[in-house]
């Protein structure tokens, strides 16, 4: 989606979008990341079917207001959508958190968020959101090399334990997983179903990186009464999956 693209959509959230970006005073780089950042966001709502209209021409218009959100919708933007969404440069990921504080900060001095909105989106930007992104990220990357079997990258981090892909596992589980307990270099989680599966062969690092009720995304095997990483996706925070 691209800037002008906006004027189409009924919707006061591009509005704000338009005005508050051709306002901006910064160098073009620093403008670049700000129109990157709140066109993904405006993307993430027009991917529900129940904020768009379909225009004559087939396109889908946002024709949800900023009334019509709680702080949901900031939190999953910054802790669910982008991370899965955006593969570019990482930067996008660190000052999303600053971009759209700026921008709701900017739509509260112009009348488009009432006083207790504003304050309850920007609640849920906490300002260490940056060190938290990194968290989780590096994480995503530890959970990776666990299964990743690449012998240069063995010999750089001999910590990590390569899974013996020639055997089959007794045992599937797959999905999003959050983290119950460590019990040493393992970990128990409890799957989609609510159901305890356990222990999984975990790492040092990945067990110093993550937390209990951060959920990771996995396919994992058992072998014997093991269970080892098959394969894996993102790392999120405690809270944003239910």
């Not at 994480?139 to 690449?150: C, I, M, Q």
């Not at 334990?161 to 045992?171: G, L, T």
């Amino acid at each position: 989606m691209w800037l002008d693209e906006l004027l189409q959509h009924p919707s006061d959230i591009t509005k704000s979008a338009i005005e508050f970006l051709n306002e901006l005073e910064f160098t073009e780089k620093t403008k670049n990341i700000y129109r990157t950042v709140i066109l993904l966001f405006i993307d993430m709502l027009c991917s529900d079917p129940d904020s768009v209209e379909e225009a004559e021409d087939g396109r889908f218009l946002l024709v949800t207001d900023w009334n019509d959100y709680g702080s949901g919708v900031i939190s999953n933007f910054i802790d669910w959508w982008l991370p899965r969404k955006w593969i570019g440069n990482e930067i996008i990921l660190f000052r999303a958190p600053t971009v759209l504080r700026r921008w709701l900060t900017w739509c509260y001095k112009k009348g488009y968020l009432g006083k207790r909105r504003y304050k309850s989106f920007i609640s849920v930007i906490p300002r260490n959101k940056v060190k938290e992104i990194k968290r989780l990220q590096e994480a995503a990357h530890k959970l990776f090399l666990l299964h990743t079997p690449d012998p240069e990258q063995w010999e750089e981090d001999s910590k990590i334990v390569p899974i013996d892909i020639f055997k089959e596992p007794e045992d599937w589980d797959e999905g999003y997983m959050k983290i119950l307990y460590f019990e040493g270099n393992s970990a128990y989680l409890e799957n989609e179903e609510g159901i305890k599966v356990g222990p999984v062969m975990l790492s040092k690092e990945l067990v110093e990186l993550l937390r209990p009720g951060d959920v990771i995304n996995v396919v994992i095997g058992k072998f014997g009464r093991i269970w080892k990483v098959l394969e894996s996706g993102n790392v999120y925070a405690d809270g944003v999956i239910d």
